[in-house]
């Protein structure tokens, strides 16, 4: 017999906007939650308690117990941390989103930017342990039920975006896409610092705020900081993703979470005798798609014809009228076909949003990190707080797969140092105590920090071992980061 118990609007999309699978569709479903329930999401201090009010639905409140849990940690002391403060972050990628979740947890006023309209990468993260914990316990397992099962420690960078997007805005975060950061515009008597935008009308250009966190992604350096790039020898990374049909053949595949050359010599030199392919290392691990990063070496892609011509200049030689495409493809593929022991043997490339085949070649060989983590900025007595999180603070080796992980780590770190800004601590403290953080982040392995993930807040006592938030002290930053101009 059919089912003929009412349908209450709202579960229905309320339904929809948990199962949504991209950028757009969690925005669209949110929306009409919001006009179902009669919610105005620009309400961020009380948009979440009168969510769970109004939409009393069983399915929800396995997310608002796990959400009220986070929530109920000491250090948002109740929300009020931060109620004055009004943030905007630069950047959707995982980190923005992670940061802007903290500090709305904090009860700041959080406005999300980003340039893209869609979560378009399949790249896979290698997740460590307490990364699992953390987005277990925001709920991912309601939004994406295959979520890290079993054994699996990773996810793909556009899954992890959705999660994050889809606790973002429960909460009170406004997330505006399709709209580019340009710069910011200093204070003048009547207003506070705002972002210039593009389009230039976007209603976020009105929005007034007093911490700025960056975390547009490798590479992009906000006015104030300086990136310096660590050099280290040539390192080329190819990542590729095929279609993943999820066939009982391809489930059987084992992953490979990573084979380094120095533990697995006869792989590689099978590899290698095989395929004229020669590889430092491969991850390879099954999500949306079958996902492979290798570290190839410079001399196979050459034999191979994937570099056309050898220059010792690593921008010259991967120049991209240096690549032959067709032979990249050939290469991805005979790579991942020898690795997994030809047990995938029907390897179709998936597609990128370009509609080209998702294989890319990145150079690893200069990392780049800022020399620092934040700066404060006065105008006309108006204090800003600019912080930089995510890759837009230390690039990682994907190979490696720290990225995630030290990523959520400044996240938290930032959450702290706004935290205490809010809280009204003395700028050059706040700033001090940022760096002696930053200090510790490159170092930082599942190893020396705690294991005690339950016991993770934003608080860096709770996750490093070993932290002495005065190990900068504040004559040593007045300089380079407190840029007072004028009054
Ligand atoms: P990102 O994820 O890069 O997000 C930055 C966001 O800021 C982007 O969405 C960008 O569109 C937005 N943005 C930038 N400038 C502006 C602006 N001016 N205005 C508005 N928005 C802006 N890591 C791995 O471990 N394995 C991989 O295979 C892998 N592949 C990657 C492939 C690509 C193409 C990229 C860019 C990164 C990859 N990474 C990979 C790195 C990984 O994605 C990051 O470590 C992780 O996503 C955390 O990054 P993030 O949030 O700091 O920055």
Redesign the pocket.
């Known amino acids: 017999m059919a089912n003929k118990e009412p349908v209450n609007p709202s579960h229905a999309t309320f339904d929809l906007f948990v199962q949504a699978k991209t950028c757009q569709e969690v925005k669209k479903h949110f929306t009409e939650l919001c006009r179902q329930l009669q919610l105005d999401p620009k309400d961020y201090s009380n948009f979440y308690t009168k969510l769970k009010e109004s939409l009393n639905y069983w399915k929800a409140k396995a997310v608002w117990t796990k959400l009220d849990k986070r929530a109920s940690q000491d250090v948002y002391e109740q929300g009020k941390a931060c109620a004055q403060n009004k943030c905007l972050v630069?950047?959707?990628?995982?980190?923005?989103?992670?940061t802007a979740i903290e500090l709305s947890l904090l009860g700041a006023q959080v406005v999300v930017?980003?340039?893209?309209e869609e979560?378009t990468?399949n790249?896979?993260?290698?997740l460590w342990p307490f990364t699992i914990y953390d987005i277990r316990e925001l709920g991912a397992k309601k939004f994406y039920g295959k979520f890290c099962s079993g054994s699996l420690d990773h996810i793909s960078?556009r899954q992890?975006?959705l999660i994050l997007l889809k606790v973002c805005l429960i909460l009170g975060v406004e997330v505006h896409t399709g709209?580019?950061?340009?710069g910011l515009i200093e204070p003048s008597v009547e207003k506070g610092w705002m972002a210039k935008l593009e389009p230039p009308s976007h209603p976020a250009a009105a929005f007034q705020f007093d911490v700025f966190i960056s975390?547009?992604?490798?590479r992009?350096v906000p006015e104030g900081f300086k990136h310096k790039g660590l050099r280290g020898q040539l390192a080329i990374?190819i990542?590729a993703n095929f279609v993943n049909r999820n066939t009982a053949a391809e489930i059987q595949v084992p992953e490979i979470s990573g084979v380094a050359r120095i533990y697995n010599q006869k792989f590689f030199q099978d590899l290698l005798n095989e395929t004229d392919i020669d590889l430092e290392n491969i991850v390879y691990y099954k999500d949306d798609t079958h996902?492979f990063?290798m570290t190839a070496k410079r001399k196979s892609l050459l034999k191979r014809g994937v570099i056309k011509q050898d220059y010792s200049d690593a921008d010259q030689l991967l120049a991209p009228a240096n690549v032959d495409h067709a032979a990249l493809y050939l290469y991805a593929h005979d790579a991942a076909y020898f690795s997994t022991g030809g047990q995938l043997p029907d390897l179709q490339f998936a597609l990128n949003p370009a509609g080209q085949r998702d294989v890319?070649m990145?150079d690893f060989t200069c990392m780049h990190r800022a020399e620092h983590a934040s700066l404060v900025r006065e105008r006309r007595g108006k204090k800003l707080l600019i912080a930089l999180?995510?890759?837009?603070?230390m690039e990682?080796f994907?190979?490696l797969?720290t990225?995630?992980a030290r990523?959520f780590m400044a996240s938290f770190d930032t959450a702290w140092t706004v935290r205490s800004w809010g809280m009204g601590v003395q700028h050059m403290t706040v700033i001090a105590e940022r760096e002696s953080m930053y200090q510790l982040l490159s170092q930082t392995t599942t190893e020396n920090t705690s294991k005690k993930y339950p016991l993770y807040s934003i608080d860096p006592k709770t996750r490093y071992q070993r932290i002495n938030l005065s190990a900068i002290h504040t004559r040593q930053v007045k300089k380079p980061f407190i840029k007072a101009e004028g009054k």
């Open positions: 630069l950047g959707a990628g995982p980190c923005g989103l992670r930017l980003e340039k893209r979560f990468r790249n896979v993260l290698h960078i992890l975006q709209v580019e950061y340009k975390a547009g992604g490798g992009f990374g990542t996902y990063v890319a990145f999180v995510g890759d837009c603070l990682p994907w190979p797969g990225g995630i990523g």
